[in-house]
């Protein structure tokens, strides 16, 4: 019996799928956190994280309440959302931090003031924050 492919015409693409497979995925790291600076306003999707100046780190969980009014519809309520974070400080320590978009926007965590200034419509939605040193 003969078989099907030939070993190093077999080897050979092979490894040329691998390469393209690399290639498709290089750059993609979700796990990847962009730095911040203290001041500028920055944005975060879910599961993205923020690294801190101090080498702690920001990360968007989740949105665990979201009652907004979306764009060109009238609403008698703007509505509010809740957002999810969790800060790990650079000594590993974890804090949960939940924020209300209208009624508690700000917290304090590890030296830092940390505010929510705006929720998108997008899909998934961005958080814009400000970061700022206490």
Request: hydrophobic share 45%.
């Amino acid at each position: 019996m003969r078989p099907l492919l030939h070993a190093p015409f077999a080897a050979a693409l092979l490894s040329g799928v691998l390469a393209l497979t690399a290639c498709a995925h290089a750059g993609q790291n979700p796990a990847a956190a962009q730095a911040v600076t203290p001041g500028q306003a920055f944005r975060l999707a879910r599961g993205e994280s923020a690294n801190l100046p101090d080498r702690s780190r920001l990360r968007f969980v989740a949105i665990s309440a979201d009652s907004r009014c979306p764009p060109k519809v009238q609403c008698i309520w703007a509505g509010d959302a809740v957002l999810e974070f969790e800060w790990t400080g650079a000594d590993g320590a974890k804090s949960a931090l939940s924020f209300n978009t209208v009624s508690d926007a700000r917290k304090s965590v590890g030296g830092w003031r940390i505010e929510v200034q705006g929720l998108d419509f997008a899909t998934p939605p961005n958080a814009t924050l400000k970061l700022e040193a206490e």
